[in-house]
């Protein structure tokens, strides 16, 4: 089963961003498979899993077709895969371990694709499977949403909103769903949504706004604004801060690993975040040479904006920003409790069939925090185009990339992501709170935009985004299967024909540059190709070219690179940028029991005031805390194991005499966070 921890990693990592390094639980190891059966529209199917087994289900279609369905699984939690005619799979579904597992896929190919159902773990128990649609993939682009958003669309879900604009018309605009359960509100094209992190770009432009008024220089030193901020040597500028490249800790990700659970609501005090930057005792990098998403840097950039105009941030926004924008239904909710008139509650799902509400985050405002509809965003869409308000001046740092001082570029400018889709130029940003999901897109090329909105944690608003762009505008992108990397008379590349085993020089283990013991492990089970990040499961990728891969469950993808001599030596990880990874020549660290032994004891973190519990338990080493689930921690490299969140990776430090004295805790934004040993 999994944990409470491990359901809630997945939605702290995307925590006000696209997800990054979310992936999926795996398919289990399966011994056995039960006699095929075919699925139809609206017929239940019921029966019971035991351990190491496959239900097979099959169905014949032609290509372009569309297909939804939902697995309930009664009492066992599982794993759905989607295997093609030619015996890929090319979707694979595990989400919640109880209630509804939807699964939903489009045929390419003309054939008979399988849908898999197999326990998660080992598990054993009851589910029923149901096929809900089954129908040609539209053609019409508002028909073709109407699909994308089928599972997520009814009177008893939580809901959504989507809008597109071309040229300052509004092509499409409809909603999903409920804004609340509870009172059977639906969703409208008028609900005020939690837009998350795509908040982000609202406070940069205040900042650059102040800049152009002459009130600031985003290359000041942050401490000219809160002096109360420790000077860790280098200066620290608000270009840092809104570029994600500051070097402070990230204080969600901090707060987590004191055993603040804030899935479940737990308060976060807006002081709290500059006494997060107060205490830890240096910074994670040098500014500006690394780029690490850091919802501390904007949440301290709203201090700026309230110290220097002495007003509170959200009067000021609403002055200055969103009423010359006409944005008239655009809110700052600058705690939980504070009442948004015509909201949508969020929602996540339970492990009992339902639906539960989902509280937002605490000191969020700068980060996050915004709540607005899809027609005053697409004001905003529009003032990006026109800069009425503001100045093309202002608009032009936003989307101009930021380069580090290495000379690296990244895909991020000031509060937006630049990069190109299908060869179209794209400016974003996404945002997910506890429950809520935002994506607001532009493509300044052809002037159009898709805004896209949810109160349900599970809503695929990347997928749902892009999808919509495609089917709008995909005639004015590159055709899907065209790389750069292939030459105008050379054949596409047909997954259907790589050959399994030239994957075996690729398996192994490569470590995260920007983040010592992170690990991406690669391994192969047949012609069915995995990778498994440090704390996460498995999931499946599969090849796009000879050296490169794509995963299926999240959008992201793996290159791996040779050296003079043809080897494999490392590989870059495509998600949110490009991650350099080395490749590890070492085996995996196997430690005795008694090596085991050496590590258990109590750790106090001055820096977080908590103190953790090193334990054995059934000859495993867990991570103790009185308010988490019990960790379990996987060997990694000696002294050196990783986790599940909070933790990624845990790594032990020795004194001159070898005795074990402290150990380092990290979580990809917040690193090396120190616990001392209490003396026996």
Same mark, same amino acid.
């Given at each position: 089963?999994?944990?409470?921890?491990?359901?809630?990693?997945?939605?702290?990592?995307?925590?006000?961003?696209?997800?990054?390094?979310?992936?999926?639980?795996?398919?289990?190891?399966?011994?056995?498979?039960?006699?095929?059966?075919?699925?139809?529209?609206?017929?239940?199917?019921?029966?019971?899993?035991?351990?190491?087994?496959?239900?097979?289900?099959?169905?014949?279609?032609?290509?372009?077709?569309? +297909?939804?369905?939902?697995?309930?699984?009664?009492?066992?939690?599982?794993?759905?895969?989607?295997?093609?005619?030619?015996?890929?799979?090319?979707?694979?579904?595990?989400?919640?371990?109880?209630?509804?597992?939807?699964?939903?896929?489009?045929?390419?190919?003309?054939?008979?694709?399988? +849908?898999?159902?197999?326990?998660?773990?080992?598990?054993?128990?009851?589910?029923?499977?149901?096929?809900?649609?089954?129908?040609?993939?539209?053609? %019409?682009?508002?028909?073709?949403?109407?699909?994308?958003?089928?599972?997520?669309?009814?009177?008893?879900?939580?809901?959504?909103?989507?809008?597109?604009?071309?040229?300052?018309?509004?092509?499409?605009?409809?909603?999903?769903?409920?804004?609340?359960?509870?009172?059977?509100?639906?969703?409208?094209?008028?609900?005020?949504?939690?837009?998350?992190?795509?908040?982000?770009?609202?406070?940069?432009?205040?900042? *650059?706004?102040?800049?152009?008024?002459?009130? *600031?220089?985003?290359?000041?030193?942050?401490?000219?604004?809160?002096?109360?901020?420790?000077?860790?040597?280098?200066?620290?500028?608000?270009?840092?801060?809104?570029?994600?490249?500051?070097?402070?800790?990230?204080?969600?990700?901090?707060?987590?690993?004191?055993?603040?659970?804030?899935?479940?609501?737990?308060?976060?005090?807006?002081?709290?975040?500059?006494?997060?930057?107060?205490?830890?005792?240096?910074?994670?990098?040098?500014?500006?040479?690394?780029?690490?998403?850091?919802?501390?840097?904007?949440?301290?950039?709203?201090?700026?904006?309230?110290?220097?105009?002495?007003?509170?941030?959200?009067?000021?926004?609403?002055?200055?920003?969103?009423?010359?924008?006409?944005?008239?239904?655009?809110?700052?909710?600058?705690?939980?409790?504070?009442?948004?008139?015509?909201?949508?509650?969020?929602?996540?799902?339970?492990?009992?069939?339902?639906?539960?509400?989902?509280?937002?985050?605490?000191?969020?405002?700068?980060?996050?925090?915004?709540?607005?509809?899809?027609?005053?965003?697409?004001?905003?869409?529009?003032?990006?185009?026109?800069?009425?308000?503001?100045?093309?001046?202002?608009?032009?740092?936003?989307?101009?990339?930021?380069?580090?001082?290495?000379?690296?570029?990244?895909?991020?400018?000031?509060? *937006?992501?630049?990069?190109?889709?299908?060869?179209?130029?794209?400016?974003?940003?996404?945002?997910?709170?506890?429950?809520?999901?935002?994506?607001?897109?532009?493509?300044?090329?052809?002037?159009?935009?898709?805004?896209?909105?949810?109160?349900?944690?599970?809503?695929?608003?990347?997928?749902?985004?892009?999808?919509?762009?495609?089917?709008?505008?995909?005639?004015?992108?590159?055709?899907?299967?065209?790389?750069?990397?292939?030459?105008?008379?050379?054949?596409?590349?047909?997954?259907?024909?790589?050959?399994?085993?030239?994957?075996?020089?690729?398996?192994?283990?490569?470590?995260?540059?920007?983040?010592?013991?992170?690990?991406?492990?690669?391994?192969?089970?047949?012609?069915?190709?995995?990778?498994?990040?440090?704390?996460?499961?498995?999931?499946?990728?599969?090849?796009?070219? %000879?050296?490169?891969?794509?995963?299926?469950?999240?959008?992201?993808?793996?290159?791996?690179?040779?050296?003079?001599?043809?080897?494999?030596?490392?590989?870059?990880?495509?998600?949110?940028?490009?991650?350099?990874?080395?490749?590890?020549?070492?085996?995996?660290? #196997?430690?005795?029991?008694?090596?085991?032994?050496?590590?258990?004891?109590?750790?106090?973190?001055?820096?977080?005031?908590?103190?953790?519990?090193?334990?054995?338990?059934?000859?495993?080493?867990?991570?103790?805390?009185?308010?988490?689930?019990?960790?379990?921690?996987?060997?990694?490299?000696?002294?050196?194991?990783?986790?599940?969140?909070?933790?990624?990776?845990?790594?032990?430090?020795?004194?001159?005499?070898?005795?074990?004295?402290?150990?380092?805790?990290?979580?990809?934004?917040?690193?090396?966070?120190?616990?001392?040993?209490?003396? #026996?």
């Amino acid at each position: 089963m999994k944990t409470k921890n491990s359901i809630f990693c997945k939605m702290m990592i995307i925590t006000f961003i696209i997800p990054f390094l979310v992936f999926s639980q795996p398919l289990a190891k399966q011994t056995a498979e039960e006699q095929p059966r075919t699925l139809e529209v609206g017929k239940i199917l019921r029966d019971s899993l035991v351990r190491s087994t496959i239900h097979p289900y099959l169905l014949e279609l032609d290509a372009a077709w569309f +297909i939804y369905g939902i697995v309930d699984q009664i009492s066992v939690d599982v794993s759905i895969k989607i295997v093609n005619p030619n015996g890929k799979t090319i979707r694979s579904f595990d989400g919640p371990p109880r209630g509804s597992e939807l699964f939903y896929f489009e045929s390419e190919d003309a054939g008979v694709y399988r +849908i898999e159902i197999s326990p998660f773990k080992e598990e054993t128990g009851l589910y029923s499977i149901e096929l809900k649609t089954l129908e040609a993939i539209a053609t %019409d682009p508002g028909k073709r949403i109407d699909q994308l958003v089928v599972p997520y669309t009814g009177e008893n879900k939580p809901g959504a909103a989507i809008a597109v604009i071309k040229n300052d018309k509004t092509l499409f605009s409809k909603a999903y769903g409920m804004a609340s359960l509870t009172f059977s509100i639906p969703f409208s094209t008028e609900t005020l949504n939690n837009i998350g992190s795509t908040s982000k770009q609202f406070t940069a432009f205040a900042i *650059l706004l102040l800049e152009k008024r002459g009130k *600031l220089c985003i290359d000041d030193d942050v401490r000219d604004y809160i002096p109360e901020l420790p000077d860790f040597g280098q200066t620290v500028t608000l270009r840092h801060l809104m570029t994600h490249t500051s070097g402070y800790r990230e204080f969600l990700n901090l707060i987590a690993l004191e055993g603040r659970n804030l899935g479940e609501g737990d308060y976060i005090g807006k002081d709290e975040v500059i006494r997060v930057v107060q205490n830890q005792p240096e910074l994670q990098n040098a500014p500006g040479t690394e780029w690490n998403y850091n919802n501390t840097g904007y949440s301290l950039l709203s201090r700026v904006v309230e110290r220097i105009t002495e007003k509170p941030f959200a009067e000021w926004m609403t002055e200055t920003v969103f009423k010359p924008l006409q944005m008239t239904n655009t809110v700052i909710r600058t705690n939980p409790w504070q009442i948004v008139p015509n909201s949508a509650q969020g929602y996540m799902t339970t492990k009992d069939h339902s639906y539960r509400i989902g509280r937002d985050l605490s000191a969020s405002t700068g980060a996050g925090g915004i709540y607005t509809t899809v027609g005053d965003l697409a004001k905003w869409i529009r003032n990006l185009s026109t800069a009425k308000v503001g100045g093309k001046d202002i608009i032009k740092k936003m989307t101009t990339r930021c380069v580090l001082t290495g000379g690296d570029t990244t895909n991020y400018g000031l509060g *937006l992501f630049i990069d190109k889709h299908r060869g179209l130029k794209r400016i974003y940003h996404g945002g997910a709170d506890i429950a809520h999901r935002s994506m607001l897109v532009y493509y300044p090329e052809i002037d159009a935009a898709v805004i896209t909105q949810s109160n349900f944690a599970s809503f695929p608003v990347n997928d749902v985004t892009w999808k919509t762009a495609e089917a709008f505008w995909g005639d004015a992108m590159q055709p899907k299967n065209k790389r750069k990397s292939q030459a105008k008379k050379s054949e596409p590349f047909n997954p259907d024909n790589y050959n399994a085993e030239h994957f075996d020089e690729f398996a192994g283990r490569y470590e995260l540059e920007e983040m010592p013991g992170f690990i991406l492990s690669f391994s192969r089970e047949g012609d069915i190709f995995y990778t498994q990040a440090t704390g996460q499961s498995k999931t499946e990728i599969v090849p796009t070219s %000879d050296s490169t891969f794509k995963l299926l469950v999240v959008e992201a993808g793996i290159t791996f690179h040779r050296n003079s001599e043809n080897q494999i030596v490392s590989l870059t990880l495509h998600q949110n940028g490009d991650h350099p990874a080395k490749r590890l020549q070492e085996e995996q660290w #196997k430690p005795s029991q008694d090596e085991l032994s050496a590590y258990t004891g109590r750790y106090f973190s001055e820096e977080l005031q908590t103190v953790y519990t090193i334990a054995l338990k059934d000859s495993h080493l867990v991570v103790q805390h009185r308010r988490m689930d019990d960790l379990e921690m996987t060997p990694v490299k000696k002294d050196t194991f990783s986790g599940d969140y909070p933790i990624a990776e845990l790594a032990f430090m020795r004194d001159d005499k070898g005795e074990i004295i402290a150990f380092t805790v990290s979580n990809i934004r917040t690193r090396s966070v120190q616990f001392t040993r209490f003396k #026996k």
